[in-house]
């Protein structure tokens, strides 16, 4: 009666810690959507008002309205699939496959070009290994999709 007693405490106690983790987890793509949304919030404020994008700093300050909000839609859009990625939404083939889209034109090219040792240091710091992999796979479709073009 004790060892079956003692299976069940087992078991109930196993339901507990799943159950635990994964609303931490839960808690986690929670906080992680709501920073992406302030994210989107606050660039969607600066794409409509060009006075507020000097805020963010570098050249968008110096760079005309129509390339400024295209950067910062580039951003919204990177960034949307780095999210993706994270939360395994995107898988390394899909992921590949967009990007080989995105570098067909001229903006995605441009905004990796400039922005590339950003997203470097940025994933780096983060001392994400799945963020690093992101980076190393954009990087990698960019170089692709240039070597193609010439």
């Known amino acids: 009666m004790a060892a079956i007693s003692l299976t069940i405490s087992i078991f109930a106690l196993l339901g507990v810690i799943l159950s635990l983790i994964y609303q931490s987890r839960q808690t986690r793509l929670s906080r992680e959507e709501s920073v992406r949304a ?16 000097v805020c963010w700093g570098g050249d968008l300050a110096t760079v005309p309205q129509e390339e400024a909000r295209q950067i910062m839609f580039t951003n919204l859009i990177v960034t949307w699939w780095h999210s993706c990625y994270i939360v395994k939404d995107l898988n390394d083939e899909q992921l590949s496959l967009t990007l ?15 922005n590339r040792g950003f997203w470097t240091d940025l994933m780096r710091e983060a001392n994400s290994g799945k963020s690093k992999r992101f980076v190393s796979i954009v990087d990698a479709r960019y170089q692709h999709a240039m070597a193609a073009s010439t």
């Open 38 to 53: 302030y994210h989107r919030d606050l660039i969607g404020m600066a794409i409509e008002d060009s006075e507020l994008r």
């Open 100 to 114: 080989d889209i995105f570098f067909k034109g001229e903006v995605g090219r441009r905004y990796w070009l400039k």
